[in-house]
């Protein structure tokens, strides 16, 4: 067998399904006032707990608990060109679906006097599943390019995609589970500071198949099967501070990078022919996979416009992801890290019920040599709408949809050494996603 067919990349990445808002790998959206509003980092509210772990301190003594629930679903598609593909124009349409029907969160705070205690358990990355029914344009170009060129030499000629049958189908699933600890201490009237840490956990499966057979014949040219569980865990530390001085507040977050390093729990992994064992290294049973959470900071400025009635905060979000460790050193291809922009308004119609909207935009600092089939990036802006109602002094109910606008991503390899997925050939990718999330959760004062 040539060696343009032991070039096969499959399943080389980790996949990348981040299901919320956030960077590359965080979801920042935990509670549903980020949902409705979207600029929260200004907040002395329970979803401060997260947002503006500082603003903690200016809540009011006691108990506060809060539970949220979201509901996202994504679409991730790749358009690809590719000279051996048999449809129209040799363009060919991979669909995958994402979805995570359940992400819940919960908040819990204690505070007397200058001091509060707050605890936070959700969701923090990824947080869904992907399947790709119908494979990724990577398994199907590296496959045909492989047999052509194994078979190349036959008195009759090279065998064509039309004379034989590819199976393909890819899923992934990763969930980030983060429970968080922390004080916040009020210095001075106006002034506090937060010291704490989240404890990540990571847990996520990449399994999928790739067939090709004779038509017409039982004959197999190539057999590929994964079955990978991957289990890691990494440690948060995380600081902040808060500053109120009339209708003014002050607020920033940092969270230090997280190293974390995924180990493979391999159940199935068969490749036939044998040389195609080679590239399947980074899924042998206890391999270890760097995959680091970057540091963050996050700073926000909220201002009270109408005492009680309007309040606005605009903010901004910097994850250092050039320092953060990727499967393969991925982190070096990106131009810089994530910067995110953000801006909210809420108004309080009356004693019961508020309304609210936000905006957010996001830029990851992509390129074509970052981006892959399996962990794929576009830039893109979100918009959040939402209300809150205080049935009693107690409950308050909340509730918000947020929808996100992807650009999509063109990237184009030319024909040489290694061209397109490793197989001297051109071709194309665009990459297009969409992304919907509805939330509902309730905050309760004791």
């Given at each position: 067998?040539?060696k ?97 029907p359940v ?61 034989y049958?590819?199976?393909t ?6 969930y980030v589970?983060?429970?968080q ?14 010291a704490?840490m ?62 974390l390093?995924i180990?493979?729990d ?22 270890n996979?760097?995959s680091d ?16 009635k ?47 909207a936000?905006?957010?935009n996001?830029?990851?600092g ?22 809150a ?11 918000g ?14 024909a ?31």
């Open positions: 067998m040539k343009k067919v032991l070039g096969l990349t499959v399943f080389a990445a980790l996949w990348s399904l981040n299901m919320l808002a956030g960077g590359l790998l965080h979801n920042t959206n935990q509670h549903i006032a980020f949902v409705r509003m979207m600029a929260r980092g200004a907040s002395n509210e329970i979803d401060a707990v997260y947002s503006n772990p500082a603003g903690t301190a200016f809540m009011d003594d006691g108990w506060q608990l809060s539970l949220n629930i979201q509901s996202a679903f994504q679409t991730r598609n790749v358009t690809t060109t590719f000279p051996l593909f048999t449809e129209e124009n040799h363009t060919r349409q991979f669909k995958g679906n994402a979805a995570a992400l819940p969160s919960l908040y819990a705070t204690y505070k007397k006097d200058r001091w509060t205690l707050s605890g936070f358990f959700g969701v923090t990355g990824g947080g869904g599943k992907c399947s790709f029914d119908h494979g990724l344009p990577m398994f199907d170009a590296a496959v045909m390019s492989g047999i052509y060129a194994k078979t190349a030499a036959l008195p009759t000629g090279p065998l064509m995609p039309t004379a049958d590819i199976s189908a890819m899923k992934g699933r990763q589970f983060g429970g600890f922390g004080a916040a201490f009020r210095i001075l009237p106006g002034l506090s500071a937060f704490g989240r404890m990540n956990y990571f847990n996520g499966n990449q399994s999928g198949y790739i067939t090709a057979k004779l038509k017409g014949a039982e004959q197999t040219l190539a057999n590929i099967v994964l079955d990978c569980d991957q289990t890691g865990w990494g440690i948060t530390p995380i600081l902040g501070v808060n500053y109120k001085w009339r209708a003014l507040t002050l607020a920033a977050k940092y969270e230090f990078k997280t190293n390093n180990e493979n391999t159940k199935t992994l068969t490749a036939e022919p044998a040389e195609f064992r080679s590239a399947l290294a980074d899924f042998e049973d206890g391999v996979t760097p959470l970057p540091s963050v900071l996050y700073v926000a400025a909220g201002y009270e416009f109408i005492p009680h309007l309040r606005g905060t605009v903010e901004f979000h910097w994850y250092d992801d050039k320092h953060a460790e990727m499967a393969g050193d991925k982190q070096k291809a990106l131009r810089h890290g994530t910067y995110e922009v953000l801006a909210g308004l809420e108004w309080d119609i009356n004693k019961m019920f508020t309304v609210s936000g905006f957010q996001t830029d990851y992509l390129t074509d040599a970052y981006q892959s089939h399996t962990s794929f990036a576009c830039d893109s802006y979100s918009i959040g709408l939402g209300a109602a205080n049935i009693t002094s107690h409950i308050k109910v909340n509730i949809y947020f929808w996100t606008n992807y650009k999509d991503y063109n990237k184009t390899v030319a040489g050494t290694p061209g397109y997925c490793g197989t001297t050939l051109a071709g194309s990718d665009t990459f297009s996603r969409t992304n919907k999330v509805f939330g509902m959760g309730i905050d309760y004062k004791f």
